[in-house]
Protein backbone atom coordinates (compact mmCIF):
# COMPACT_ATOMS: atom_id res chain seq x y z
CA UNK A 1 0.00 0.00 0.00
CA UNK A 2 1.52 3.11 -0.96
CA UNK A 3 1.69 5.86 2.48
CA UNK A 4 0.56 9.62 1.39
CA UNK A 5 2.74 12.32 3.40
CA UNK A 6 0.07 12.52 5.70
CA UNK A 7 0.10 8.07 6.60
CA UNK A 8 4.13 8.98 7.08
CA UNK A 9 4.70 11.45 8.99
CA UNK A 10 1.51 10.65 11.30
CA UNK A 11 0.82 6.87 11.29
CA UNK A 12 4.00 5.08 10.48
CA UNK A 13 6.51 7.66 11.71
CA UNK A 14 4.72 8.16 14.90
CA UNK A 15 3.40 4.70 15.17
CA UNK A 16 7.07 3.71 15.39
CA UNK A 17 8.58 6.71 18.01
CA UNK A 18 6.08 6.09 20.69
CA UNK A 19 4.94 2.46 20.97
CA UNK A 20 8.76 0.96 20.58
CA UNK A 21 11.24 4.21 21.16
CA UNK A 22 14.05 4.00 19.28
CA UNK A 23 13.95 0.10 19.48
CA UNK A 24 10.68 0.74 17.43
CA UNK A 25 12.01 2.86 14.73
CA UNK A 26 15.16 0.53 14.26
CA UNK A 27 12.83 -2.20 13.67
CA UNK A 28 11.69 -0.53 10.17
CA UNK A 29 15.43 -0.88 8.87
CA UNK A 30 16.13 -4.05 7.07
CA UNK A 31 15.70 -6.17 4.06
CA UNK A 32 12.25 -5.40 1.78
CA UNK A 33 12.02 -8.78 0.65
CA UNK A 34 14.26 -10.49 -2.53
CA UNK A 35 17.88 -12.03 -1.76
CA UNK A 36 19.84 -10.21 -4.25
CA UNK A 37 23.37 -9.34 -4.43
CA UNK A 38 25.10 -6.32 -2.39
CA UNK A 39 25.04 -3.71 -4.90
CA UNK A 40 28.56 -3.78 -4.38
CA UNK A 41 29.35 -3.93 -7.52
CA UNK A 42 28.58 -0.93 -9.32
CA UNK A 43 26.37 -0.64 -12.68
CA UNK A 44 26.82 1.41 -15.56
CA UNK A 45 27.88 4.07 -13.45
CA UNK A 46 26.15 7.92 -14.01
CA UNK A 47 27.33 10.45 -15.94
CA UNK A 48 24.97 13.44 -14.72
CA UNK A 49 22.17 15.23 -15.83
CA UNK A 50 20.96 12.24 -18.76
CA UNK A 51 19.69 9.87 -16.83
CA UNK A 52 21.84 7.07 -17.84
CA UNK A 53 20.11 4.19 -18.97
CA UNK A 54 16.92 4.33 -17.15
CA UNK A 55 14.91 6.44 -19.06
CA UNK A 56 14.68 4.93 -22.08
CA UNK A 57 10.65 3.87 -21.17
CA UNK A 58 8.46 1.48 -23.48
CA UNK A 59 5.64 3.10 -24.46
CA UNK A 60 3.20 1.52 -22.16
CA UNK A 61 5.31 1.97 -18.89
CA UNK A 62 3.58 4.87 -17.55
CA UNK A 63 0.49 3.34 -16.52
CA UNK A 64 1.80 1.33 -13.34
CA UNK A 65 1.86 -2.23 -15.71
CA UNK A 66 1.59 -4.27 -12.69
CA UNK A 67 0.16 -6.61 -15.48
CA UNK A 68 2.05 -9.85 -16.57
CA UNK A 69 4.17 -9.27 -19.44
CA UNK A 70 4.43 -5.69 -18.59
CA UNK A 71 7.91 -6.34 -15.88
CA UNK A 72 11.14 -4.69 -16.59
CA UNK A 73 14.40 -5.65 -14.95
CA UNK A 74 15.10 -6.39 -11.34
CA UNK A 75 17.51 -4.03 -9.92
CA UNK A 76 20.20 -4.89 -7.05
CA UNK A 77 19.91 -5.15 -3.53
CA UNK A 78 20.67 -1.48 -2.30
CA UNK A 79 23.08 -0.65 1.11
CA UNK A 80 22.74 2.37 2.44
CA UNK A 81 26.05 2.44 5.29
CA UNK A 82 24.40 3.60 8.58
CA UNK A 83 26.30 5.04 12.17
CA UNK A 84 26.01 3.20 14.99
CA UNK A 85 23.08 4.12 17.39
CA UNK A 86 25.39 5.38 20.47
CA UNK A 87 27.59 7.33 17.97
CA UNK A 88 25.02 9.70 16.63
CA UNK A 89 21.43 8.54 17.96
CA UNK A 90 19.12 10.81 15.83
CA UNK A 91 20.96 9.84 12.57
CA UNK A 92 20.94 6.60 12.89
CA UNK A 93 17.02 6.49 13.22
CA UNK A 94 16.65 8.99 9.95
CA UNK A 95 18.78 6.33 7.79
CA UNK A 96 16.50 3.52 8.96
CA UNK A 97 13.66 5.73 8.41
CA UNK A 98 14.30 6.78 4.69
CA UNK A 99 15.77 3.45 4.26
CA UNK A 100 12.12 1.65 5.41
CA UNK A 101 10.41 4.41 2.34
CA UNK A 102 12.52 3.26 -0.41
CA UNK A 103 11.95 -0.42 0.41
CA UNK A 104 8.37 -0.54 1.93
CA UNK A 105 6.69 2.64 -0.62
CA UNK A 106 8.84 2.97 -3.72
CA UNK A 107 9.89 -1.13 -3.62
CA UNK A 108 13.57 -0.95 -3.76
CA UNK A 109 15.30 -3.84 -2.16
CA UNK A 110 16.91 -1.97 0.90
CA UNK A 111 19.71 -3.30 3.36
CA UNK A 112 21.15 -0.96 6.17
CA UNK A 113 24.76 -1.52 7.37
CA UNK A 114 25.91 -0.21 10.73
CA UNK A 115 29.22 0.66 10.83
CA UNK A 116 31.33 1.85 13.20
CA UNK A 117 32.08 5.67 11.74
CA UNK A 118 35.77 5.35 10.47
CA UNK A 119 34.97 2.28 8.93
CA UNK A 120 31.63 3.76 7.04
CA UNK A 121 33.17 7.01 6.19
CA UNK A 122 36.44 5.00 4.05
CA UNK A 123 33.74 2.67 2.46
CA UNK A 124 32.33 5.89 1.04
CA UNK A 125 34.92 8.35 0.53
CA UNK A 126 37.67 5.84 -0.22
CA UNK A 127 36.26 2.62 -1.30
CA UNK A 128 32.98 3.92 -2.83
CA UNK A 129 31.60 0.81 -1.44
CA UNK A 130 27.92 1.89 -0.67
CA UNK A 131 24.91 2.81 -1.95
CA UNK A 132 22.90 5.29 -0.29
CA UNK A 133 25.10 7.50 2.71
CA UNK A 134 24.37 10.30 5.14
CA UNK A 135 26.89 12.02 7.54
CA UNK A 136 26.57 16.01 8.99
CA UNK A 137 28.38 17.56 5.28
CA UNK A 138 30.66 20.69 6.61
CA UNK A 139 31.50 22.73 3.71
CA UNK A 140 34.59 25.05 4.19
CA UNK A 141 34.37 28.78 3.88
CA UNK A 142 34.44 28.69 0.20
CA UNK A 143 31.34 26.44 -1.42
CA UNK A 144 32.52 25.67 -4.70
CA UNK A 145 35.73 24.96 -4.09
CA UNK A 146 34.39 22.07 -2.15
CA UNK A 147 31.90 21.80 -4.93
CA UNK A 148 34.57 21.08 -7.76
CA UNK A 149 35.99 18.34 -5.23
CA UNK A 150 32.60 15.98 -5.06
CA UNK A 151 31.56 16.66 -8.32
CA UNK A 152 34.02 17.25 -10.62
CA UNK A 153 33.98 14.51 -13.44
CA UNK A 154 38.14 14.31 -13.04
CA UNK A 155 37.80 12.89 -9.10
CA UNK A 156 35.80 9.63 -9.58
CA UNK A 157 39.27 7.80 -8.97
CA UNK A 158 38.54 5.48 -5.59
CA UNK A 159 40.09 8.12 -2.44
CA UNK A 160 39.85 11.30 -5.55
CA UNK A 161 36.59 12.67 -3.78
CA UNK A 162 33.79 12.35 -6.32
CA UNK A 163 32.15 9.33 -4.48
CA UNK A 164 28.90 10.02 -5.86
CA UNK A 165 30.34 9.09 -9.08
CA UNK A 166 28.41 11.99 -10.75
CA UNK A 167 30.06 13.34 -13.95
CA UNK A 168 28.94 16.45 -16.36
CA UNK A 169 31.17 17.98 -18.61
CA UNK A 170 28.88 21.28 -18.78
CA UNK A 171 29.27 21.51 -14.65
CA UNK A 172 32.85 21.49 -14.44
CA UNK A 173 33.54 23.69 -17.43
CA UNK A 174 31.21 26.05 -15.06
CA UNK A 175 33.15 25.41 -11.68
CA UNK A 176 36.36 25.68 -13.45
CA UNK A 177 35.41 29.62 -14.95
CA UNK A 178 34.18 30.01 -11.16
CA UNK A 179 37.22 29.15 -9.29
CA UNK A 180 39.50 30.95 -11.99
CA UNK A 181 37.33 34.25 -11.66
CA UNK A 182 39.30 37.00 -9.83
CA UNK A 183 35.86 39.34 -9.83
CA UNK A 184 33.92 38.55 -6.61
CA UNK A 185 30.60 39.72 -8.57
CA UNK A 186 30.89 37.33 -11.76
CA UNK A 187 31.37 34.29 -9.36
CA UNK A 188 28.26 35.23 -7.60
CA UNK A 189 26.42 34.93 -10.74
CA UNK A 190 28.05 31.61 -11.93
CA UNK A 191 27.79 30.32 -8.21
CA UNK A 192 23.60 30.60 -8.50
CA UNK A 193 24.34 28.34 -12.06
CA UNK A 194 26.37 26.26 -10.21
CA UNK A 195 23.47 25.21 -7.62
CA UNK A 196 20.45 25.44 -10.18
CA UNK A 197 22.74 22.40 -11.91
CA UNK A 198 23.11 19.99 -9.08
CA UNK A 199 19.35 20.91 -7.35
CA UNK A 200 18.01 19.61 -10.96
CA UNK A 201 20.42 17.01 -11.45
CA UNK A 202 20.47 15.59 -7.36
CA UNK A 203 24.09 14.02 -7.43
CA UNK A 204 23.18 14.67 -2.97
CA UNK A 205 20.47 16.20 -1.46
CA UNK A 206 20.55 18.17 1.95
CA UNK A 207 18.17 16.30 4.16
CA UNK A 208 18.43 18.88 6.62
CA UNK A 209 19.97 22.38 7.11
CA UNK A 210 21.78 21.49 10.25
CA UNK A 211 22.21 24.99 12.56
CA UNK A 212 25.55 25.89 14.04
CA UNK A 213 24.51 25.51 18.06
CA UNK A 214 26.72 26.38 20.72
CA UNK A 215 26.31 24.45 23.70
CA UNK A 216 27.98 24.98 26.66
CA UNK A 217 27.90 25.55 31.13
CA UNK A 218 26.77 29.10 31.08
CA UNK A 219 28.90 29.30 34.69
CA UNK A 220 32.11 28.78 33.65
CA UNK A 221 32.67 29.91 29.54
CA UNK A 222 30.44 32.99 28.05
CA UNK A 223 30.86 35.19 24.36
CA UNK A 224 30.58 32.69 21.66
CA UNK A 225 31.50 34.09 18.12
CA UNK A 226 30.94 31.27 15.30
CA UNK A 227 32.56 31.33 11.99
CA UNK A 228 31.23 30.34 8.68
CA UNK A 229 33.10 27.22 7.84
CA UNK A 230 33.64 26.18 11.13
CA UNK A 231 31.31 27.17 13.68
CA UNK A 232 31.30 27.63 17.08
CA UNK A 233 34.59 25.75 17.44
CA UNK A 234 36.29 27.45 15.22
CA UNK A 235 39.78 29.88 15.38
CA UNK A 236 37.87 32.54 15.85
CA UNK A 237 35.45 31.38 18.44
CA UNK A 238 38.44 30.11 20.78
CA UNK A 239 40.08 33.36 20.32
CA UNK A 240 37.24 35.55 21.76
CA UNK A 241 36.09 33.31 24.46
CA UNK A 242 35.77 34.33 27.68
CA UNK A 243 36.03 32.04 31.04
CA UNK A 244 33.67 33.15 34.09
CA UNK A 245 34.52 32.87 37.92
CA UNK A 246 37.86 31.36 38.01
CA UNK A 247 37.58 28.81 35.66
CA UNK A 248 40.89 28.09 33.56
CA UNK A 249 39.95 25.39 31.40
CA UNK A 250 38.00 25.01 28.70
CA UNK A 251 36.51 21.71 29.20
CA UNK A 252 35.12 19.36 25.84
CA UNK A 253 34.19 15.89 24.79
CA UNK A 254 34.66 13.67 21.67
CA UNK A 255 33.13 10.41 21.41
CA UNK A 256 36.56 7.95 19.85
CA UNK A 257 39.49 9.02 19.91
CA UNK A 258 42.20 10.44 17.92
CA UNK A 259 44.01 8.52 15.45
CA UNK A 260 47.17 10.88 14.62
CA UNK A 261 48.81 13.81 15.64
CA UNK A 262 49.98 14.22 12.18
CA UNK A 263 48.66 17.32 10.57
CA UNK A 264 49.18 16.11 7.06
CA UNK A 265 48.29 13.01 7.69
CA UNK A 266 45.10 12.72 9.52
CA UNK A 267 41.85 12.18 6.91
CA UNK A 268 40.11 15.47 7.29
CA UNK A 269 37.78 14.58 10.29
CA UNK A 270 36.65 17.43 12.18
CA UNK A 271 37.86 16.06 15.74
CA UNK A 272 41.44 16.41 14.39
CA UNK A 273 40.66 19.88 12.44
CA UNK A 274 39.70 21.40 15.24
CA UNK A 275 42.71 20.64 16.88
CA UNK A 276 45.34 21.20 14.73
CA UNK A 277 43.37 24.85 13.47
CA UNK A 278 44.64 25.99 17.14
CA UNK A 279 47.97 24.14 17.27
CA UNK A 280 49.04 25.59 13.66
CA UNK A 281 48.94 29.52 12.18
CA UNK A 282 47.65 29.97 8.65
CA UNK A 283 48.44 32.87 6.56
CA UNK A 284 45.01 33.92 7.22
CA UNK A 285 42.70 33.45 9.36
CA UNK A 286 38.75 34.62 8.84
CA UNK A 287 37.00 36.88 11.65
CA UNK A 288 33.37 35.88 12.04
CA UNK A 289 31.99 37.79 9.06
CA UNK A 290 34.07 35.19 7.12
CA UNK A 291 36.59 37.95 6.28
CA UNK A 292 39.98 37.53 6.09
CA UNK A 293 41.35 39.39 8.72
CA UNK A 294 44.74 40.35 8.86
CA UNK A 295 44.59 41.79 12.88
CA UNK A 296 44.34 37.40 13.62
CA UNK A 297 46.40 35.75 10.67
CA UNK A 298 50.17 35.10 10.04
CA UNK A 299 49.86 37.31 7.13
CA UNK A 300 49.28 41.02 7.79
CA UNK A 301 48.96 41.97 4.48
CA UNK A 302 48.26 40.05 1.25
CA UNK A 303 48.14 41.82 -2.35
CA UNK A 304 47.32 40.05 -6.04
CA UNK A 305 50.29 40.87 -8.07
CA UNK A 306 48.31 39.07 -11.23
CA UNK A 307 45.59 36.78 -11.71
CA UNK A 308 48.49 33.53 -10.73
CA UNK A 309 50.61 35.63 -8.43
CA UNK A 310 49.82 36.25 -4.74
CA UNK A 311 52.29 38.11 -2.08
CA UNK A 312 51.91 37.90 1.77
CA UNK A 313 53.87 39.88 4.20
CA UNK A 314 54.39 37.61 7.23
CA UNK A 315 54.92 38.63 10.99
CA UNK A 316 58.55 39.15 11.84
CA UNK A 317 58.17 38.54 15.83
CA UNK A 318 56.79 35.36 15.84
CA UNK A 319 58.14 32.06 17.23
CA UNK A 320 57.21 28.14 16.98
CA UNK A 321 56.72 26.26 20.28
CA UNK A 322 59.90 25.03 20.41
CA UNK A 323 61.21 28.76 20.73
CA UNK A 324 62.63 28.49 17.11
CA UNK A 325 62.13 31.84 14.93
CA UNK A 326 58.94 31.43 12.35
CA UNK A 327 60.40 32.82 9.29
CA UNK A 328 59.14 33.76 5.36
CA UNK A 329 61.12 30.74 4.82
CA UNK A 330 58.98 28.33 7.04
CA UNK A 331 56.01 30.07 4.15
CA UNK A 332 57.83 29.35 1.64
CA UNK A 333 58.76 25.27 2.83
CA UNK A 334 54.97 23.96 4.03
CA UNK A 335 53.51 25.30 0.82
CA UNK A 336 56.51 23.78 -1.59
CA UNK A 337 56.55 20.48 0.55
CA UNK A 338 53.20 19.89 0.60
CA UNK A 339 52.50 20.58 -3.56
CA UNK A 340 56.02 18.51 -3.74
CA UNK A 341 55.37 15.08 -2.19
CA UNK A 342 51.69 15.62 -3.24
CA UNK A 343 50.43 15.19 0.07
CA UNK A 344 46.75 13.59 -0.08
CA UNK A 345 44.92 15.76 2.07
CA UNK A 346 45.77 19.16 0.79
CA UNK A 347 45.49 17.34 -2.98
CA UNK A 348 42.38 19.80 -3.52
CA UNK A 349 44.70 23.02 -2.47
CA UNK A 350 47.50 22.12 -4.13
CA UNK A 351 46.22 21.76 -7.40
CA UNK A 352 46.53 25.61 -7.37
CA UNK A 353 49.99 25.84 -6.09
CA UNK A 354 53.10 26.12 -8.61
CA UNK A 355 55.66 27.02 -6.01
CA UNK A 356 56.69 29.62 -3.11
CA UNK A 357 59.71 32.31 -2.69
CA UNK A 358 60.83 33.92 -0.32
CA UNK A 359 60.74 37.78 -1.74
CA UNK A 360 62.63 38.92 1.53
CA UNK A 361 62.63 38.36 5.36
CA UNK A 362 58.98 39.42 5.63
CA UNK A 363 57.81 38.92 1.85
CA UNK A 364 56.95 34.91 0.48
CA UNK A 365 55.19 34.79 -3.10
CA UNK A 366 52.99 32.23 -3.96
CA UNK A 367 52.88 31.45 -7.68
CA UNK A 368 49.48 29.64 -8.65
CA UNK A 369 49.54 26.42 -11.42
CA UNK A 370 46.67 28.06 -12.49
CA UNK A 371 44.64 30.88 -11.83
CA UNK A 372 42.16 30.53 -8.33
CA UNK A 373 40.16 33.95 -7.90
CA UNK A 374 38.95 33.17 -4.32
CA UNK A 375 43.11 32.78 -3.18
CA UNK A 376 42.88 33.22 0.52
CA UNK A 377 39.11 31.36 1.31
CA UNK A 378 40.36 28.22 -0.72
CA UNK A 379 44.08 27.42 -0.16
CA UNK A 380 45.42 30.66 2.22
CA UNK A 381 43.40 29.41 4.84
CA UNK A 382 43.29 25.76 4.81
CA UNK A 383 47.03 25.02 4.76
CA UNK A 384 48.75 24.65 8.02
CA UNK A 385 52.34 26.41 8.28
CA UNK A 386 54.84 23.97 9.62
CA UNK A 387 58.30 24.05 10.94
CA UNK A 388 60.89 23.07 7.98
CA UNK A 389 63.47 22.38 11.14
CA UNK A 390 61.16 20.08 11.65
CA UNK A 391 59.49 18.22 8.57
CA UNK A 392 62.56 18.64 6.21
CA UNK A 393 64.17 15.16 6.60
CA UNK A 394 60.36 13.68 6.54
CA UNK A 395 60.32 11.49 2.95
CA UNK A 396 56.25 10.57 3.27
CA UNK A 397 54.71 13.09 5.37
CA UNK A 398 51.45 12.10 5.11
CA UNK A 399 52.72 8.62 7.36
CA UNK A 400 55.04 10.40 9.66
CA UNK A 401 54.32 9.47 13.01
CA UNK A 402 54.38 12.45 15.29
CA UNK A 403 54.00 11.91 19.01
CA UNK A 404 54.67 15.61 19.75
CA UNK A 405 53.82 18.18 17.05
CA UNK A 406 55.60 21.41 17.41
CA UNK A 407 53.23 24.31 15.71
CA UNK A 408 52.88 28.13 16.37
CA UNK A 409 49.35 28.40 17.15
CA UNK A 410 47.29 29.80 20.47
CA UNK A 411 47.40 26.77 21.36
CA UNK A 412 50.50 24.42 22.32
CA UNK A 413 50.36 20.58 22.24
CA UNK A 414 50.56 19.19 25.98
CA UNK A 415 49.56 15.21 26.30
CA UNK A 416 47.42 12.74 24.52
CA UNK A 417 46.14 9.27 26.10
CA UNK A 418 45.36 7.21 23.08
CA UNK A 419 41.78 6.24 23.62
CA UNK A 420 41.17 8.76 26.49
CA UNK A 421 42.11 12.60 26.60
CA UNK A 422 44.04 14.90 24.84
CA UNK A 423 44.87 18.58 26.16
CA UNK A 424 46.74 21.81 25.18
CA UNK A 425 47.96 24.28 27.21
CA UNK A 426 48.33 28.34 25.94
CA UNK A 427 51.20 29.54 23.62
CA UNK A 428 50.97 32.99 25.76
CA UNK A 429 53.03 34.59 23.08
CA UNK A 430 50.40 33.84 20.36
CA UNK A 431 49.65 37.48 18.60
CA UNK A 432 45.92 36.16 18.72
CA UNK A 433 46.32 35.02 22.30
CA UNK A 434 43.08 32.67 24.17
CA UNK A 435 41.81 33.45 27.29
CA UNK A 436 41.98 29.91 29.18
CA UNK A 437 45.00 28.08 29.98
CA UNK A 438 44.81 24.48 29.16
CA UNK A 439 42.05 22.72 26.54
CA UNK A 440 40.91 19.18 27.34
CA UNK A 441 38.69 16.71 24.95
CA UNK A 442 37.93 13.74 27.14
CA UNK A 443 36.46 10.35 25.13
CA UNK A 444 32.98 9.71 26.29
CA UNK A 445 30.79 7.61 23.84
CA UNK A 446 28.02 7.79 25.86
CA UNK A 447 25.66 10.84 25.13
CA UNK A 448 24.00 11.20 28.34
CA UNK A 449 26.74 11.20 30.14
CA UNK A 450 28.34 14.13 28.54
CA UNK A 451 25.19 16.45 29.54
CA UNK A 452 25.64 15.05 32.81
CA UNK A 453 29.27 16.40 32.78
CA UNK A 454 28.20 19.69 30.88
CA UNK A 455 25.30 20.69 33.74
CA UNK A 456 27.90 19.46 36.96
CA UNK A 457 30.64 21.78 35.24
CA UNK A 458 33.02 18.64 34.88
CA UNK A 459 32.76 19.93 30.74
CA UNK A 460 31.91 23.05 30.22
CA UNK A 461 31.48 23.23 26.40
CA UNK A 462 30.15 20.70 23.81
CA UNK A 463 32.11 21.24 20.36
CA UNK A 464 30.09 19.65 18.12
CA UNK A 465 26.59 21.59 18.64
CA UNK A 466 24.59 17.77 18.60
CA UNK A 467 20.87 18.05 18.01
CA UNK A 468 19.59 15.41 19.43
CA UNK A 469 17.22 14.31 22.30
CA UNK A 470 19.53 15.24 25.23
CA UNK A 471 19.75 19.01 23.73
CA UNK A 472 15.94 19.20 23.49
CA UNK A 473 15.80 18.05 26.95
CA UNK A 474 17.71 19.96 29.06
CA UNK A 475 18.20 23.46 26.96
CA UNK A 476 16.54 25.09 29.75
CA UNK A 477 18.07 24.18 32.44
CA UNK A 478 19.86 26.60 34.67
CA UNK A 479 23.00 25.67 34.05
CA UNK A 480 23.14 25.36 30.57
CA UNK A 481 23.44 27.85 27.57
CA UNK A 482 22.78 28.09 23.60
CA UNK A 483 23.48 29.88 20.94
CA UNK A 484 22.20 29.30 17.32
CA UNK A 485 22.81 30.74 13.74
CA UNK A 486 22.71 29.82 10.23
CA UNK A 487 24.86 27.52 8.92
CA UNK A 488 26.71 26.02 5.76
CA UNK A 489 26.49 22.76 7.02
CA UNK A 490 23.55 20.03 6.28
CA UNK A 491 22.91 15.86 6.57
CA UNK A 492 23.25 14.76 3.18
CA UNK A 493 21.49 11.88 1.15
CA UNK A 494 23.96 10.76 -1.42
CA UNK A 495 23.34 7.90 -3.86
CA UNK A 496 26.50 6.01 -5.59
CA UNK A 497 25.47 6.20 -9.21
CA UNK A 498 28.10 3.83 -9.85
CA UNK A 499 25.59 1.57 -9.04
CA UNK A 500 22.81 0.22 -11.49
CA UNK A 501 19.99 2.22 -11.91
CA UNK A 502 21.10 5.61 -9.47
CA UNK A 503 22.80 6.79 -12.94
CA UNK A 504 19.01 7.51 -13.90
CA UNK A 505 18.13 11.65 -12.44
CA UNK A 506 14.87 10.19 -12.45
CA UNK A 507 15.76 7.91 -10.01
CA UNK A 508 17.44 10.16 -8.06
CA UNK A 509 14.47 12.57 -8.48
CA UNK A 510 11.96 10.00 -7.15
CA UNK A 511 14.55 8.93 -3.87
CA UNK A 512 14.74 12.82 -2.99
CA UNK A 513 10.66 12.50 -2.77
CA UNK A 514 10.69 9.81 -0.76
CA UNK A 515 12.59 11.38 1.86
CA UNK A 516 10.65 12.59 4.91
CA UNK A 517 12.41 15.63 5.64
CA UNK A 518 9.80 17.07 7.72
CA UNK A 519 9.26 14.16 9.60
CA UNK A 520 13.05 13.68 10.26
CA UNK A 521 13.08 17.88 11.79
CA UNK A 522 9.92 17.73 13.39
CA UNK A 523 10.38 14.32 15.56
CA UNK A 524 14.07 13.14 14.99
CA UNK A 525 15.51 16.33 15.44
CA UNK A 526 12.95 18.29 17.42
CA UNK A 527 12.26 21.27 15.24
CA UNK A 528 15.83 22.51 15.26
CA UNK A 529 17.13 22.16 11.94
CA UNK A 530 15.40 23.48 9.06
CA UNK A 531 14.28 21.43 5.62
CA UNK A 532 16.65 20.78 3.01
CA UNK A 533 16.71 22.64 0.02
CA UNK A 534 19.72 23.78 -1.51
CA UNK A 535 23.43 22.46 -1.35
CA UNK A 536 24.71 26.34 -0.80
CA UNK A 537 23.23 27.32 2.55
CA UNK A 538 21.83 31.26 2.91
CA UNK A 539 24.61 30.98 5.03
CA UNK A 540 27.01 32.16 2.28
CA UNK A 541 25.10 35.02 1.86
CA UNK A 542 24.98 36.27 -1.84
CA UNK A 543 26.59 32.91 -3.27
CA UNK A 544 23.42 31.38 -2.37
CA UNK A 545 19.90 31.78 -4.59
CA UNK A 546 16.77 30.51 -4.15
CA UNK A 547 15.99 29.84 -7.29
CA UNK A 548 16.67 25.82 -7.42
CA UNK A 549 14.53 23.14 -7.75
CA UNK A 550 12.03 22.17 -5.42
CA UNK A 551 11.12 18.52 -4.53
CA UNK A 552 8.05 17.97 -2.92
CA UNK A 553 7.97 15.01 0.15
CA UNK A 554 5.70 13.10 -1.63
CA UNK A 555 5.40 8.75 -2.36
CA UNK A 556 2.49 9.77 -5.01
CA UNK A 557 4.87 11.49 -6.47
CA UNK A 558 7.80 9.68 -6.48
CA UNK A 559 5.88 6.72 -8.22
CA UNK A 560 4.63 8.84 -10.98
CA UNK A 561 7.89 10.30 -11.71
CA UNK A 562 8.99 6.47 -11.54
CA UNK A 563 5.99 5.32 -13.41
CA UNK A 564 6.48 7.98 -16.25
CA UNK A 565 10.38 7.23 -17.04
CA UNK A 566 9.21 3.68 -17.53
CA UNK A 567 9.31 1.66 -14.10
CA UNK A 568 6.70 -0.98 -13.47
CA UNK A 569 5.76 -2.80 -9.92
CA UNK A 570 5.52 -6.80 -10.24
CA UNK A 571 2.87 -8.50 -7.84
CA UNK A 572 5.41 -8.45 -5.05
CA UNK A 573 5.56 -4.36 -5.06
CA UNK A 574 9.37 -4.71 -6.45
CA UNK A 575 10.19 -2.17 -9.10
CA UNK A 576 11.12 -3.34 -12.33
CA UNK A 577 13.29 -1.07 -14.30
CA UNK A 578 12.37 -0.01 -17.55
CA UNK A 579 13.61 -2.42 -20.52
Not at 171 to 193: F, K, S, V, W
Not at 332 to 351: C, G, H
Amino acid sequence: MVLSDEDVNRRKFLKATTAGGTAGLTALAGCSGGDGGDGGDGGDGGDGGDGGDGNDSSEDGSDGGDEAGNEGSNLPTYTYVNNAQSYNPPRHDAINLIASQFGDELGLDMEVDVLEWGTLFSRVSQEYNYSFATWHTFFVSEPVTELNNLFNSGNTDPGEGNYSGYENPDLDELMGNYLGEPDADTRIDQCHEIQQILMDDVPTMPITQMPQAAIFNSNQVSNWQADLANGFNSYWTMINLEMEGDTSTLKGYWPETLSTMNVLGHNDESKHVYQFNMMYDFLVQLNNNAEPDPEVSLATDWNRVDETTMEYTIRTDHSWHDGEDLTAEDVAFTYNYINDNEVPLYSTQSQYIDSAEVVDEETVRINMAEALGPFNLAVANLLPIIPEHMWADRDNPSQANIEEPVGSGPMMFDYWEQGSEFGMVKFDDHFAPVSFEERFWRVIPEASTVWENLINGELNYEPFGRIDRQLDQNQDNENIGTQFQTAPTFWMFTPNERQEGLGDVQMRKALVEAIPRTAIVDQILFGFPERGFNIVSPAFGPLHTEDVTEYEESIDAARSRLEEAGYTWNDDGAIQAPE
